[in-house]
Structures are given as C-alpha cells and as structure tokens.
C-alpha cells in the first residue's frame, strides 16, 4: 500500500477510534454499571483494521459528501456500525459460540470481564449503535431512518445474525456446498461491509445508481475478505493474527479451502477483488479506496 494511503488510513482509524471512545465513557448516569461500560471500551479499544467504518467515511466522500455535515453524520454513522461490529465479535468469542479464548492479541471480553458481563456488553453496544445515530444532530430525519433500516436489516435474521446461525449449523455437517457456504459468509461477513458502502451513500446523499455501485462493490469485497480469513487460518501465524491458527481445520469447519483447496481458494478471492476494483473505477478519485481493496486480498492478518 502506498505511504501516504497508509498514512491517510492510519489517519482514519484514529478518528474513528477517538470518537468510539467519546461515546462510550463511565458518566454519572453509569457509575453504578461502570463494569459493562469498561467492559465495551475494551472490546471497542482492542484495535482491529477498522474497515467497515473507513468505507463509511469513504463512499461519504467518493459520493460528494465532502461537507462538515456529511462528515459528521458519516463519522456518527461509522461509529454505530463499529459499536455493531464489536457487538457481533464479542457475541462470537463466548464459549456458546466460536469458543475463543483471545481477540487481536488480548483476552476476549469473556475472559477478561466473565461470561454474563460480556453478553451484556455485547447487547449495550447494539443499543448504543442505534441511539448514536437517534441523537446525531448532523442527520436529517430522513437519512436516520435509512440508515437505521439499513443497519437493523444487515444485522438481522437475514443477515449477520442469520449467517452466524448458518455457520453454527454448518459445524455438525460434513456435506456443506460451496452455495451454501457463499450464502452464510455473504450473510455473516458481507452484510456488515455492505452496510458500510450503504451507510456512506445516505451520508452523502448520494444517487440511486451510486448507492447500487457501493452495494455491489461490498458484497464482493465482504466475500472476498471472508475467503482471505479461511486463508489465512491455514497460512497465517498467531503472532501476526493475535489468535490461534487452524483452528477451522482441528474443528472440522468447512471453509472455502476444504472446498476450493488453497489455490483455488485464492484465485477465487483475486477474482472477486478485481470485479470489486472494476466497479470502483465508476467513482472519481477512488485511489485510496482502490489501494486498500487490493491490500485487503494480500493481508497477513
């Protein structure tokens, strides 16, 4: 990635990252329940790449919301769906889940603050998410009720929530299709980054035909990550992960290398990012968000 992409990056997750931190705080309304507010600081402060809120901030900008109102409402936005994200993270670590032990190099939420106090950090920031974008004073009433339909659906049933049903199905089962296992990572992975694209749209106000463009670019960069993910659990290292390696395989997971194998594995994530790079040639002055695609498929971590 080029040096100042990396700077300008680097620039964005710590804005977000700030402002994260700005909402959730112990006040004198959470004193007595300070343990589930530092409890959501923790997970919200465990780093991570901070995508999903960088397209937010992005597709605000490639789509002309180049204002302090926009950029405000799409900073309030990225929060939310960060504070979802965490959410979703928190809830997939706990023993009844994923069953894991450490998130980017530091104890999970449930090993750091216990079981109960996790869960309910988990749902504070679900809560939090939505009541962020309710207050915003820099979102019209409009462009709040399209973004909370946006964010409720991609977390949802159908979505988020749903995939991570399907996954769980998926581990007593030796016959998984590669349809189906496109299904719940589009699901599971895809509608959070999907969501991203969206949310930068209404932000900018953006057009009709701009909002389908960035739709279409999440489903296939979210299907693209989520293939680099299975990778790397087979190619990658703990200490650049911060979690164990292989985890899917001592599991017996089906992932899109069981199905592919290795090589067809990466192709298919190659693939996925130039139709994802092709789309973003429709945006003026995509080079940061062209730059980021492209190191997403050859991330080590």
Same mark, same amino acid.
Do not use: W
């Given at each position: 990635?080029?040096?100042?992409?990396?700077?300008?990056?680097?620039?964005?997750?710590?804005?977000?990252?700030?402002?994260?931190?700005?909402?959730?705080?112990?006040?004198?309304? /959470? @004193?007595?329940?300070?343990?589930?507010?530092?409890?959501?600081?923790?997970?919200?402060? +465990?780093?991570?790449?901070?995508?999903?809120?960088?397209?937010?901030?992005?597709?605000?900008?490639?789509?002309?919301?180049?204002?302090?109102?926009?950029?405000?409402?799409?900073?309030?936005?990225?929060?939310?769906?960060?504070?979802?994200?965490?959410?979703?993270?928190?809830?997939?670590?706990?023993? @009844?889940?994923?069953?894991?032990? $450490?998130?980017?190099?530091?104890?999970?939420?449930?090993?750091? $603050?216990?079981?109960?106090?996790?869960?309910?950090?988990?749902?504070?920031?679900?809560?939090?998410? $939505?009541?962020?974008?309710?207050?915003?004073? =820099?979102?019209? +009433?409009?462009?709040?009720?399209?973004?909370?339909?946006?964010? /409720?659906?991609?977390?949802?049933?159908?979505?988020?929530?749903?995939?991570?049903?399907?996954?769980?199905? =998926?581990?007593?089962?030796?016959?998984? *299709?590669?349809?189906?296992?496109?299904?719940?990572?589009?699901?599971?992975?895809?509608?959070?980054?999907?969501?991203?694209?969206?949310?930068?749209?209404?932000?900018?106000?953006? *057009?009709?035909?701009?909002?389908?463009?960035?739709?279409?670019?999440?489903?296939?960069?979210?299907?693209? =990550?989520?293939?680099?993910?299975?990778?790397?659990?087979? *190619?990658?290292?703990?200490?650049?992960?911060?979690?164990?390696?292989?985890?899917?395989?001592? @599991?017996?997971?089906?992932? $899109?290398? /069981?199905?592919?194998?290795?090589?067809?594995?990466?192709?298919? +994530?190659?693939?996925?990012?130039?139709?994802?790079?092709?789309?973003?040639?429709? =945006?003026?002055?995509?080079?940061?968000?062209?730059?980021?695609?492209?190191?997403?498929?050859?991330?080590?971590?």
């Amino acid at each position: 990635m080029e040096t100042t992409h990396k700077k300008y990056l680097a620039a964005l997750a710590e804005q977000v990252e700030t402002q994260l931190l700005r909402y959730v705080q112990v006040t004198p309304e /959470t @004193e007595r329940q300070a343990q589930v507010v530092e409890a959501m600081r923790y997970s919200l402060a +465990a780093g991570g790449k901070r995508i999903r809120p960088v397209l937010v901030l992005e597709f605000c900008r490639l789509c002309g919301g180049t204002s302090e109102t926009a950029q405000k409402g799409a900073m309030a936005a990225a929060c939310a769906l960060e504070m979802i994200h965490t959410f979703s993270l928190i809830h997939d670590d706990l023993p @009844e889940m994923d069953n894991d032990d $450490f998130r980017r190099g530091k104890p999970s939420c449930h090993k750091a $603050f216990g079981v109960a106090t996790a869960l309910l950090a988990g749902d504070a920031l679900l809560n939090e998410a $939505f009541q962020i974008l309710a207050d915003d004073l =820099f979102l019209s +009433a409009e462009q709040k009720v399209q973004m909370l339909h946006v964010l /409720t659906k991609a977390t949802g049933a159908s979505e988020m929530i749903g995939g991570q049903i399907m996954d769980m199905a =998926f581990e007593t089962r030796n016959d998984v *299709t590669l349809e189906e296992q496109t299904a719940m990572c589009a699901a599971k992975t895809g509608a959070l980054i999907r969501a991203a694209c969206k949310l930068g749209c209404i932000a900018a106000e953006s *057009t009709k035909t701009q909002r389908t463009l960035a739709d279409e670019y999440g489903a296939k960069l979210g299907l693209a =990550f989520q293939i680099v993910d299975d990778i790397l659990d087979v *190619t990658g290292s703990e200490e650049v992960l911060g979690k164990p390696v292989g985890s899917d395989a001592q @599991e017996g997971k089906t992932t $899109f290398v /069981t199905l592919l194998g290795l090589e067809e594995a990466r192709k298919r +994530a190659e693939i996925l990012t130039q139709e994802a790079l092709e789309i973003l040639e429709q =945006f003026s002055e995509h080079d940061f968000l062209t730059d980021l695609t492209r190191e997403l498929l050859i991330r080590e971590k």
